[in-house]
């Protein structure tokens, strides 16, 4: 059985720091492709940032140079660091994982909230 967990949401002032993890309960060398999606009130699930397996990254335009996309192969983990948050940015945040085999994996998901 294949799980992504997510953790590290949380309420944060606008210009905040927060950091999200993904852990993966398999060698996340499996996942072609890992990243993570959000998905606001009333809004559809948008892509926020993807690895692939060699290390390129997809970043959607409206986190660009302030979110950073990373993994410990070591500890089968996707970290996404986000700074300078904006009240734009509350949503809850989404893992995802294309498995080798094509099928895609979803964690549970993690609330954001950028509020003073």
């Known amino acids: 059985q294949v799980q992504l967990v997510e953790s590290g949401g949380g309420l944060v002032q606008p210009g905040g720091s927060l950091r999200l993890s993904c852990a993966a309960s398999?060698?996340?060398?499996?996942?072609?492709?890992m990243g993570w999606y959000r998905q606001a009130p009333g809004k559809e699930r948008e892509l926020v940032v993807r690895?692939?397996?060699?290390?390129?990254?997809n970043y959607a335009d409206s986190v660009k140079d302030r979110f950073t996309i990373s993994r410990d192969n070591a500890k089968n983990t996707v970290y996404l660091q986000m700074n300078s948050l904006k009240p734009e940015d509350t949503a809850v945040y989404y893992c995802?994982?294309?498995?080798?085999?094509?099928?895609?994996?979803w964690g549970q998901g993690t609330q954001v909230t950028v509020s003073s």
């Open positions: 995802n994982g294309r498995y080798f085999n094509g099928r895609d994996y």
């Open positions: 398999r060698s996340i060398f499996n996942f072609n492709v």
């Open positions: 690895i692939t397996n060699g290390g390129s990254t």
